[in-house]
Protein backbone atom coordinates (compact mmCIF):
# COMPACT_ATOMS: atom_id res chain seq x y z
CA UNK A 1 0.00 0.00 0.00
CA UNK A 2 1.01 3.77 -0.73
CA UNK A 3 1.90 5.80 2.26
CA UNK A 4 -1.50 5.88 3.72
CA UNK A 5 -1.85 9.00 6.09
CA UNK A 6 -4.40 11.07 8.51
CA UNK A 7 -7.04 13.27 6.26
CA UNK A 8 -7.36 16.41 7.71
CA UNK A 9 -9.98 17.48 5.14
CA UNK A 10 -11.47 14.29 5.64
CA UNK A 11 -11.99 14.79 10.10
CA UNK A 12 -12.57 18.78 9.27
CA UNK A 13 -15.86 17.90 6.42
CA UNK A 14 -17.34 15.41 9.15
CA UNK A 15 -16.64 17.90 11.95
CA UNK A 16 -18.30 20.51 9.63
CA UNK A 17 -21.47 18.00 8.91
CA UNK A 18 -21.67 17.60 12.93
CA UNK A 19 -22.09 21.15 13.77
CA UNK A 20 -25.96 22.12 13.26
CA UNK A 21 -26.31 18.51 15.34
CA UNK A 22 -23.99 19.85 18.56
CA UNK A 23 -26.46 23.34 17.80
CA UNK A 24 -29.43 20.83 17.90
CA UNK A 25 -28.45 18.84 21.61
CA UNK A 26 -28.29 22.20 23.04
CA UNK A 27 -30.71 24.39 21.58
CA UNK A 28 -34.64 23.13 20.25
CA UNK A 29 -36.11 23.71 17.31
CA UNK A 30 -39.58 24.66 17.02
CA UNK A 31 -41.84 22.09 15.92
CA UNK A 32 -39.02 19.98 16.80
CA UNK A 33 -40.06 16.14 15.31
CA UNK A 34 -36.49 14.74 15.64
CA UNK A 35 -36.66 14.46 19.03
CA UNK A 36 -39.06 12.00 19.06
CA UNK A 37 -38.55 8.81 20.35
CA UNK A 38 -36.92 6.52 17.47
CA UNK A 39 -39.00 3.87 16.51
CA UNK A 40 -35.81 2.01 14.81
CA UNK A 41 -33.63 1.80 17.44
CA UNK A 42 -31.52 -1.49 16.27
CA UNK A 43 -31.21 0.11 12.91
CA UNK A 44 -30.00 3.25 14.60
CA UNK A 45 -27.51 1.20 16.19
CA UNK A 46 -26.10 -0.35 13.18
CA UNK A 47 -26.07 3.20 11.53
CA UNK A 48 -23.64 4.51 14.12
CA UNK A 49 -21.50 1.62 13.70
CA UNK A 50 -21.44 2.29 9.92
CA UNK A 51 -21.06 5.84 10.39
CA UNK A 52 -18.19 5.07 12.67
CA UNK A 53 -16.54 2.82 10.36
CA UNK A 54 -17.11 5.44 7.49
CA UNK A 55 -15.69 8.19 9.61
CA UNK A 56 -12.45 5.99 10.43
CA UNK A 57 -12.03 4.91 6.65
CA UNK A 58 -12.53 8.58 5.78
CA UNK A 59 -9.62 10.01 7.87
CA UNK A 60 -7.05 7.97 6.07
CA UNK A 61 -6.30 8.39 2.67
CA UNK A 62 -3.06 7.84 0.06
CA UNK A 63 -4.26 11.02 -2.17
CA UNK A 64 -2.28 14.21 -1.60
CA UNK A 65 -4.99 16.08 -2.97
CA UNK A 66 -7.51 15.39 -0.42
CA UNK A 67 -8.92 19.31 -0.19
CA UNK A 68 -13.14 19.63 -0.27
CA UNK A 69 -14.58 19.88 -3.65
CA UNK A 70 -16.92 22.14 -4.54
CA UNK A 71 -19.62 19.40 -5.20
CA UNK A 72 -18.92 18.78 -0.84
CA UNK A 73 -19.09 22.43 -0.28
CA UNK A 74 -22.54 22.54 -2.39
CA UNK A 75 -24.32 19.60 -0.35
CA UNK A 76 -22.99 21.24 2.72
CA UNK A 77 -24.73 24.45 2.43
CA UNK A 78 -27.81 22.58 1.22
CA UNK A 79 -27.49 20.51 4.28
CA UNK A 80 -26.95 24.07 6.40
CA UNK A 81 -29.98 25.39 4.50
CA UNK A 82 -31.85 22.58 5.71
CA UNK A 83 -31.11 22.43 9.12
CA UNK A 84 -31.82 26.92 8.79
CA UNK A 85 -35.37 25.76 7.43
CA UNK A 86 -35.97 23.33 9.79
CA UNK A 87 -35.05 25.66 12.59
CA UNK A 88 -37.70 28.31 11.07
CA UNK A 89 -40.31 25.19 11.84
CA UNK A 90 -40.67 23.60 8.42
CA UNK A 91 -40.35 19.90 9.17
CA UNK A 92 -41.82 18.76 5.21
CA UNK A 93 -40.46 15.43 3.68
CA UNK A 94 -38.09 17.04 1.72
CA UNK A 95 -36.53 18.87 4.91
CA UNK A 96 -36.05 15.60 6.16
CA UNK A 97 -34.66 13.78 3.62
CA UNK A 98 -32.11 16.49 3.10
CA UNK A 99 -31.50 16.36 6.75
CA UNK A 100 -30.73 12.27 6.66
CA UNK A 101 -29.16 12.36 2.31
CA UNK A 102 -27.54 15.59 2.04
CA UNK A 103 -24.50 14.92 4.53
CA UNK A 104 -23.77 11.43 3.14
CA UNK A 105 -23.70 12.53 -0.36
CA UNK A 106 -20.96 15.08 0.44
CA UNK A 107 -19.22 12.41 2.14
CA UNK A 108 -19.59 10.73 -1.05
CA UNK A 109 -18.47 12.92 -3.65
CA UNK A 110 -15.96 14.14 -1.58
CA UNK A 111 -14.72 9.90 -1.04
CA UNK A 112 -15.07 9.77 -5.08
CA UNK A 113 -12.65 12.89 -5.79
CA UNK A 114 -10.11 11.79 -3.47
CA UNK A 115 -10.23 8.05 -4.57
CA UNK A 116 -11.03 6.61 -1.34
CA UNK A 117 -13.09 3.64 -2.64
CA UNK A 118 -12.98 1.70 0.84
CA UNK A 119 -14.75 4.76 2.90
CA UNK A 120 -17.43 4.44 -0.36
CA UNK A 121 -19.05 0.76 1.39
CA UNK A 122 -19.45 1.88 4.58
CA UNK A 123 -20.87 5.28 3.46
CA UNK A 124 -23.57 4.37 1.34
CA UNK A 125 -24.71 1.78 3.79
CA UNK A 126 -24.59 4.42 6.18
CA UNK A 127 -26.90 6.59 3.81
CA UNK A 128 -29.06 4.06 3.04
CA UNK A 129 -29.66 3.03 7.57
CA UNK A 130 -29.91 7.12 7.22
CA UNK A 131 -32.62 7.56 5.46
CA UNK A 132 -34.54 4.69 6.20
CA UNK A 133 -34.31 6.20 9.83
CA UNK A 134 -35.79 9.24 8.68
CA UNK A 135 -38.22 8.32 6.41
CA UNK A 136 -39.66 5.27 8.57
CA UNK A 137 -39.49 8.04 11.86
CA UNK A 138 -40.43 11.42 10.81
CA UNK A 139 -41.86 10.82 6.52
Aim: charged share 10%; with cysteine.
Amino acid sequence: MENIKFNNYGLLLFILIMIPNFIWFVIKAPNDILREESVTPTMDLIASVFQVIMLICLCFSNNKNNKIGISSVVSLILYFTCWILYYLGMTNNIIIIGLCLLPCLSFLVYEIKIKNWIAIIPTIVFAILHLLYGVINYV
